[in-house]
């Protein structure tokens, strides 16, 4: 396609995003009116947003339109599989400059297309306005199937802390890409666009899981939520982190201790859960730690002052940054 967007216009872009929309049985009226219909067999809709801004979320020269499309559709939609729930339909807002290519939407829209098909989820509308900057605002809906929502506040002492999907691979290949590299492409490929184990959510939940969150922020920040959110502690056993030896390499040739993009990196989406100590977990989850209780016997020490830490490593805190903040400096 040539041109800009301004060229296009704007009804002229909607019909060319549009038109890049499958249907889907939970979408039962898409775009083209005021609002879209979405089925809500349970009665109650699980709903997520997101916002990704060009410069702070994603850069042009690392990754394509469309991988920015696969990463903005999979973040909202591992928020809905991490309440226990299945997708069925997202939202998309974009502001974009007039000078920019036409074809820039339009593989994103193709993107987030194919990534709520991964899901089992489609596009049911969304809105275009002029900007000076590429914004990308996603809201994702999904469908509970009669199942209670996991959320961060079911937590209790004696549980197991199970993980799965990857840890740290966001991380590694955004230190790859900061030094003009593009390989090992696995680590560069999980950075523009993570791959979120959405069955486990549900799967999860069916478990008989206590709570629930997905890694979007670094695996102690998460845990830290679901800590605060349930009064407890949460200790992590550093050796049961499945670290790659490709991934240490790059540690290596970075001069980053690799532990800390498992524990600390996010995008990932990777689905972490809190089980009863009973429970039989399937192979795709990796046991990593278990839920304390949050002051007595085994308790670390805080400084004077302070509250006692919410997550431990191997039974002490973590000295290093514990994740991402967007309004850190």
Same mark, same amino acid.
């Given at each position: 396609?040539?041109?800009? *967007?301004?060229?296009?216009?704007?009804?002229?872009?909607?019909?060319?995003?549009?038109?890049?929309?499958?249907?889907?049985?939970?979408?039962?009226?898409?775009?083209?009116?005021?609002?879209?219909? %979405?089925?809500?067999?349970?009665?109650? %809709?699980?709903?997520?947003?997101?916002?990704?801004?060009?410069?702070?979320?994603?850069?042009?020269?690392?990754?394509?339109? !469309?991988? *920015?499309?696969?990463?903005?559709?999979?973040?909202?939609?591992?928020?809905?599989?991490?309440? #226990?729930?299945?997708?069925?339909? %997202?939202?998309?807002?974009?502001?974009?400059?007039?000078?920019?290519?036409?074809?820039?939407?339009?593989?994103?829209?193709?993107?987030?297309?194919?990534?709520?098909?991964?899901?089992?989820?489609?596009?049911?509308?969304?809105? *275009?306005?002029?900007?000076?900057?590429?914004?990308?605002?996603?809201?994702?809906?999904?469908?509970?199937?009669?199942?209670?929502?996991?959320?961060?506040?079911?937590?209790?002492?004696?549980?197991?802390?199970?993980?799965?999907?990857?840890?740290?691979?966001?991380?590694?290949?955004?230190?790859?890409?900061?030094?003009?590299?593009?390989?090992?492409?696995?680590?560069?490929?999980?950075?523009?666009?993570?791959?979120?184990? !959405?069955?486990? #959510?549900?799967?999860?939940?069916?478990?008989?899981?206590?709570?629930?969150?997905?890694?979007?922020?670094?695996?102690?920040?998460?845990?830290?939520?679901?800590?605060? #959110?349930?009064?407890?502690?949460?200790?992590?056993?550093?050796?049961?982190?499945?670290?790659?030896?490709?991934?240490?390499?790059?540690?290596?040739?970075?001069?980053?201790?690799?532990?800390?993009? *498992?524990?600390?990196?996010?995008?990932?989406?990777?689905?972490?859960?809190?089980?009863?100590?009973?429970?039989?977990?399937?192979?795709?989850?990796?046991?990593?730690?278990?839920?304390?209780?949050?002051?007595?016997?085994?308790?670390?020490?805080?400084?004077?002052?302070?509250?006692?830490?919410? %997550?431990?490593?191997?039974?002490?805190?973590?000295?290093?940054? #514990?994740?991402?903040?967007?309004?850190?400096?």
């Amino acid at each position: 396609m040539k041109g800009s *967007v301004g060229a296009l216009g704007e009804f002229g872009l909607i019909r060319e995003l549009t038109s890049r929309i499958s249907g889907t049985p939970a979408v039962r009226l898409g775009p083209g009116d005021d609002a879209a219909v %979405v089925a809500a067999p349970d009665r109650r %809709v699980v709903a997520s947003t997101d916002i990704l801004v060009e410069g702070s979320h994603f850069r042009r020269d690392w990754s394509t339109a !469309y991988d *920015v499309g696969r990463k903005a559709a999979a973040q909202n939609l591992a928020d809905i599989a991490a309440m #226990g729930a299945t997708p069925s339909a %997202v939202l998309l807002g974009l502001v974009l400059p007039a000078e920019l290519p036409a074809t820039w939407p339009v593989e994103l829209m193709d993107g987030i297309r194919d990534e709520c098909q991964v899901a089992g989820a489609g596009v049911a509308g969304g809105d *275009v306005v002029r900007g000076d900057t590429v914004i990308v605002s996603i809201t994702a809906l999904g469908d509970l199937a009669g199942r209670e929502p996991l959320t961060r506040t079911g937590a209790r002492p004696g549980d197991l802390v199970a993980v799965t999907g990857w840890l740290g691979w966001s991380a590694a290949g955004h230190a790859v890409l900061s030094r003009g590299f593009r390989s090992p492409r696995a680590f560069v490929e999980a950075h523009r666009r993570p791959e979120p184990p !959405y069955p486990a #959510g549900p799967a999860g939940a069916a478990l008989g899981a206590t709570s629930m969150t997905d890694v979007s922020d670094g695996l102690i920040a998460d845990l830290g939520h679901i800590a605060q #959110g349930s009064k407890v502690r949460i200790d992590i056993a550093s050796a049961a982190l499945d670290m790659p030896a490709q991934m240490n390499d790059i540690g290596q040739a970075v001069g980053v201790d690799p532990l800390q993009w *498992v524990l600390t990196g996010g995008e990932d989406h990777a689905i972490v859960a809190t089980f009863p100590p009973e429970t039989k977990l399937p192979a795709r989850w990796r046991i990593i730690g278990e839920v304390l209780p949050s002051r007595g016997r085994g308790a670390p020490a805080a400084p004077e002052g302070a509250p006692p830490p919410r %997550v431990t490593v191997d039974g002490e805190p973590w000295e290093n940054a #514990g994740g991402w903040d967007h309004f850190a400096g």
